[in-house]
């Protein structure tokens, strides 16, 4: 048999500078990504199980603050409409008190108006007196939702920030490490607030109503009596 030599040929491929600058590049790109915090994580199933359950908090954090965010709108309007409504009453209350005294002519009647100026005034102060406690009652509704509302912006922050360490830190991330709750920081810090001076911050539209209602109380005998 006759034997066939085989000759083998190596071909070398000329490699220029440019080519090996981008060979490098590529693999220290890869290199990179493989040592990544959140390629790390990927490989970790604790990590990944982690960063998943807390982004989805997070997620349900910023609906709850969506939510709250449109509630305090609503309120705010409504308090603005209660307030307008109590402007437009006593304007036409004392719109139509002028006129029935500008149609009456006779003395005696005129006398006799007179003396029961406290009938409409105790109509305008009732009337002032339960608009006033609706609007104390959204004022106090407001409040308790603007609470809560800056209660669930600082645990969101405070879970932000244990999502962006985790994604920093990758695998080396402690497992047991937990986002600080708005009530536990509010525990450890010491507050000192004098009630009633924050009740009156609150209440501020409260007491201005309150006021032009013990002003426009003596309207009634003014209009009737002079």
Request: glycine letters at 2%; one cysteine or more; aromatic letters at 10%.
């Amino acid at each position: 048999m006759a034997e066939h030599k085989i000759a083998h040929h190596v071909v070398e491929i000329p490699v220029d500078e440019e080519h090996q600058q981008k060979i490098l590049s590529a693999m220290t790109t890869i290199s990179a990504i493989q040592n990544h915090p959140l390629m790390e994580i990927s490989y970790s199933p604790g990590h990944l199980l982690l960063l998943k359950l807390w982004q989805r908090e997070e997620d349900f954090f910023g609906r709850k603050i969506a939510k709250k965010e449109s509630r305090l709108d609503s309120i705010r309007s409504e308090i603005f409409q209660l307030c307008c409504f109590f402007f437009l009453f006593h304007g036409f209350f004392l719109t139509i008190l002028s006129a029935s005294v500008a149609y009456t002519n006779n003395v005696e009647d005129l006398v006799q108006v007179c003396h029961k100026w406290w009938v409409p005034s105790l109509l305008s102060v009732s009337t002032s007196l339960a608009l006033i406690f609706v609007v104390q009652v959204r004022l106090c509704r407001y409040w308790k939702v603007w609470k809560q509302l800056q209660g669930e912006r600082t645990d969101n922050r405070s879970l932000r920030r244990c999502i962006q360490e985790l994604r920093m830190k990758g695998a080396s991330f402690d497992l047991s490490k937990e986002p600080v709750n708005a009530k536990r920081m509010k525990s450890s810090s010491v507050e000192i607030k004098w009630k009633p001076m924050t009740w009156c911050s609150q209440s501020l539209t409260t007491i201005c109503l309150l006021c032009l209602t013990a002003l426009l109380f003596p309207a009634s005998r003014f209009i009737l009596c002079v």
